[in-house]
């Protein structure tokens, strides 16, 4: 079992930067590849990126890429998510997820969750 936490979310301005992390609970944290999900007001989550349990692979949805690096540190079980150059449309709860199946980079599937962290851009 897995527990996710995840911190550093807030208000900033548009073009800002923000850098999320997910603290994992666990010394199984290594198995797992772990993804970043959003979910705006009124609209469905919308997975935006993942990195593989051993972090050589990683996935970006189109809405991110270029803009949002993910990465993880294993020695201190904990992933993030740096955001550069932020858009009112990026506003949204932004969750962390495990998951312990090969096909983490479909974005289905993921096994454990946290409970969120809210960011708020502003024009």
């Known amino acids: 079992q897995v527990q996710l936490a995840e911190s550093g979310g807030g208000l900033v301005q548009a073009g800002g930067s923000l850098r999320l992390s997910c603290a994992a609970s666990?010394?199984?944290?290594?198995?797992?590849?772990m993804g970043w999900f959003r979910q705006a007001p009124g609209k469905e989550r919308e997975f935006i990126t993942a990195i593989s349990s051993s972090g050589g692979r990683i996935y970006y949805a189109d809405s991110v890429k270029g803009r949002f690096t993910i990465s993880r540190d294993s020695a201190k079980n904990t992933v993030y998510l740096q955001m550069n150059s932020l858009e009112p449309e990026d506003t949204a709860v932004y969750y962390c997820?495990?998951?312990?199946?090969?096909?983490?980079?479909?974005?289905?599937?993921?096994?454990?969750w946290g409970q969120g962290t809210q960011v708020t851009v502003t024009s």
């Open positions: 666990g010394r199984t944290f290594r198995s797992y590849a």
């Open positions: 997820a495990a998951d312990l199946d090969p096909g983490w980079a479909s974005g289905r599937g993921y096994d454990y």
